[in-house]
């Protein structure tokens, strides 16, 4: 479960998912030798499986490891001569950025103030020496064609959001992205069954899209449940599949309508209109054309980026470094449309990618290993800008998991770096090449709370659904202790009680982190009921074993769960590792004995399902329990919000950010949204340039709320704890902070 990231040039802003196996996104390390003597000096490192390393559409941190290998940025953080902060140098770019926003003040079509006299329009100059590895050259002409694909209407790339909504939104880049067509669910609101005012001849239906009836996919669905798809014996879901064609989105007809109607009464939804929530309407949009989106190309080596909302100097820098670039010719080549959605293959093989980073991909096999060499036509080897940096001249990754695997590999020499864990950390831990850095990364249990899908998955006598009940999880979370599971299983690590870690700095001019904030202490004060941060343990083993039994009691009176019924929970793990067997060990004890003497004893438990895609599977109600971590972007608290407020991003099933609403008093008056629209609104919207204060309330009353339901249960902050090889020396001897670590590949020798 430890896993090692600092955080990568040009993906500093992005939030990571981690899957719970012992991972390392490698940014701290190199081989050691100097590159420039003619000798080769290889690292070998591991991780897990990547699937892509496409800028513009991967999702793991270790993901984000080749891309930061491959890639520089326009500005990066490295380590001051003093090793105790960090300078920010231009790396693409070849100077600092130019604030022009007085230029742009009033001017149509942009949307900026025209009052507005900083922040909203800056102009970047660029290095003319700038190639990809196969000598092309990189001007602003690839700066534009990038960020056209990340914001392609087309493709609906997964980090398309950065450049329309969080850390780098351009001006007008939503409509672009949205394009000329939208689709809008004809039901409104499930609870309230209000649907929009159309008739059926206006109606479509989705395989792919997430429909309001599942709150998924129906392929997703079928996947899973194919028996919601039964008629006699009979399967309706080719007649759904051969209505849908190759289209994303087809015309509802009298013969899918009794379709859905079907498979909505085989949910026990048998109401005429239940059809409704599976279909959706088709929304005109006028066009944005690209000429209005907030980037200018002033000549072939500048351009000029016009945001929607206002940044302050740093903010900026650390905003323009998520801009990961992608070759032209060869992301057009692997684009392949599939009904009406394009995508690409381009980062998927070694043949596929394109470097314009210090590395270049020379070797890879699924499932095995990739393999980096120095990119010969990297500007940074005669630029004179970076002598006796980036010494190692090979870089090797296996693609590993497995622990006891990866301590003999290491202990052949055949690793250079070993996370730690408490039993390796019992036998490693004293060493003087013992590295232990602080993450943002906050790991929670993410629970399935979806009572229609988890009855779809009960069998005779064999209960899940009592974890919709917001009792039995709140006895989780007060069984947990979660001091015990950091001493003994996560050494390292510290107990987590928030969504968000202490490693998220809410006003970065001065420092100030936001679990230091008046508000996000009261925030959690209120919510584990004591009078300071520090007493908070968040562990009732008498409260937990109430909650347990409370529902106990409403499950069995609403005819849910029957007194003989076992409860069985599905844990999915990525591999069967020690830090996961522990863990699901640690929780079924903490079970047991918190409901001890309640009418639950005995009759819960933890089932360890191995599932390496259990991220995805999550999305669609196939996972009861998993433990799921969010992290990355430390300068941006509020926009981390996005993986918790956002379906797309969310891993809690059956949870509603678009729909559940909260109320948060600002500054004596009651505002109302829903989660999304908090979000939306703190990071894109009316609190975007509110003062720090009002943002701290906003952001310490969501988290608080979204602790209530308690399907996000955190557990513990991550801290890395590692072993390096004696070939290694890091730049920097201590951890110097989240921009810079120990200094990165670029000072190690």
């Known amino acids: 479960m430890n896993s090692k990231m600092n955080f990568p040039s040009g993906s500093k802003l992005f939030c990571l998912a981690f899957a719970v196996i012992f991972s390392l996104a490698l ?67 070849e100077s600092s950025p130019v604030d022009v926003t007085a230029e742009y003040a009033g001017k149509e079509p942009y949307g900026v103030p025209s009052d507005a006299t900083s922040g909203w329009a ?34 609906k790339n997964y980090r398309a959001n950065s450049f329309y909504q969080d850390g780098l939104p351009l001006a007008n880049a939503k409509a672009y992205y949205d394009g000329t067509v939208s689709w809008e669910n004809v039901c409104t609101d499930a609870k309230k069954q209000t649907y929009l005012p159309c008739d059926d001849s206006e109606m479509y239906i989705s395989l792919t ?16 449940n194919p028996e919601y798809f039964s008629d006699g014996g009979s399967d309706l879901y080719p007649k759904l599949s051969s209505a849908a064609g190759n289209s994303s989105y087809a015309k509802l007809t009298p013969d899918v309508k009794k379709v859905l109607q079907k498979v909505a009464a085989n949910c026990g939804d048998k109401r005429p209109v239940a059809y409704k929530e599976f279909c959706f309407v088709r929304k005109e949009n006028p066009p944005m054309p690209w000429e209005n989106v907030g980037f200018v190309k002033n000549d072939d080596y500048t351009f000029t980026l016009i945001l929607n909302r206002q940044l302050t100097p740093f903010m900026f820098y650390y905003a323009v470094s998520s801009i990961s670039l992608v070759r032209e010719d060869l992301y057009e080549a692997n684009k392949q449309k599939t009904g009406d959605i394009v995508k690409t293959s381009y980062c998927t093989s070694a043949e596929k990618s394109a470097s314009c980073g210090p590395y270049k991909i020379t070797e890879f096999q699924a499932d095995k290993y990739i393999h980096l060499e120095k990119n010969e036509n990297w500007y940074g080897w005669t630029d004179g800008r970076h ?12 693609f590993i998991t497995d622990l006891e695997t990866l301590t003999n590999l290491f202990l052949q020499g055949k690793l250079d770096v070993l996370s730690l864990d408490a039993v390796r950390m019992e036998k490693f831990g004293n060493s003087e090449y013992r590295k232990d850095a602080p993450q943002s990364y906050t790991w929670k249990f993410s629970f399935n709370i979806d009572k229609r899908a988890l009855k779809a998955e009960e069998t005779a006598g064999v209960n899940r659904s009592i974890l919709s009940y917001l009792d039995f999880r709140k006895g989780i979370s007060l069984c947990i202790d979660r001091q015990k599971y950091v001493d003994t299983i996560s050494i390292g690590s510290d107990p987590g009680f928030g969504l968000i870690n202490y490693m998220y700095v809410a006003e970065p001019e001065s420092g100030l982190l936001y679990r230091d904030t008046p508000q996000a202490k009261k ?117 981390i919000l996005w993986c918790y407020c956002d379906t797309a991003a969310l891993n809690e099933y059956g949870f509603h950010p678009e729909r559940e609403t909260l109320t948060i008093n600002i500054e004596g008056k009651d505002y109302t949204k829903t989660y999304n629209e908090w979000y939306m609104a703190l990071c894109n919207g009316e609190y975007t340039a509110a003062p720090i204060a009002v943002k701290n309330t906003i952001l310490a009353s969501v988290e608080k709320a979204l602790l209530g339901y308690y399907n996000m249960i955190p557990v513990r902050y991550m801290n890395s704890a590692s072993l390096d090889s004696q070939r290694i020396v890091q730049g920097c001897d201590h951890y110097v902070n989240q921009l810079v670590g120990f200094g990165g590949i670029r000072f190690m020798t």
């Not at 003619?38 to 891309?67: C, F, M």
């Not at 002598?387 to 296996?398: A, L, N, P, R, V």
């Open 27 to 93: 940014l701290g390390c190199s081989g050691k030798g100097k590159g420039a003597s003619g000798k080769r000096y290889t690292y070998h490192a591991y991780s897990s499986v990547p699937q892509t390393w496409n800028p513009t559409d991967y999702s793991l941190g270790d993901e984000a490891t080749i891309i930061s290998l491959t890639n520089s940025s326009l500005y990066d953080f490295v380590m001051n001569e003093a090793q105790n902060g960090y300078d920010i140098v231009p790396e693409m770019a």
């Open 387 to 398: 002598k006796e940096q980036y010494q190692t001249t090979g870089y090797d990754i296996q």
């Open 523 to 639: 925030a959690l004060c209120e919510f584990y009921g004591t009078s300071s941060v520090e007493d908070i343990t968040g562990y009732n083993r008498e409260e937990a074993a109430s909650c347990f039994q409370k529902a106990y009691d409403a499950a069995i009176a609403a005819g849910d769960l029957k007194a003989t019924d076992k409860i069985q929970i599905d844990y999915h793990i990525y591999s069967e590792s020690d830090i996961n067997k522990r863990t699901v060990a640690f929780l079924q004890e903490a079970i047991n004995s918190a409901t001890q003497g309640t009418s639950l004893e005995g009759k819960v438990t933890i089932n360890a399902v191995v599932d390496e895609n259990y991220y995805a599977n999550m999305k669609s109600g196939k996972v009861d329990l998993a433990m799921t971590g969010w992290g990355g972007g430390a300068f941006d608290p509020y926009g």
């Open 209 to 224: 899209a997430k429909c309001v009836f599942f709150n998924s996919a129906l392929a997703n669905i079928y996947s899973t």
């Open 122 to 155: 800056w102009k970047i100059s660029l290095i003319k020496n700038a190639k990809w590895d196969n000598g092309s050259p990189i001007d602003a002409g690839t700066y534009e064609y990038t960020l056209k694909q990340f914001l392609n209407p087309e493709m």
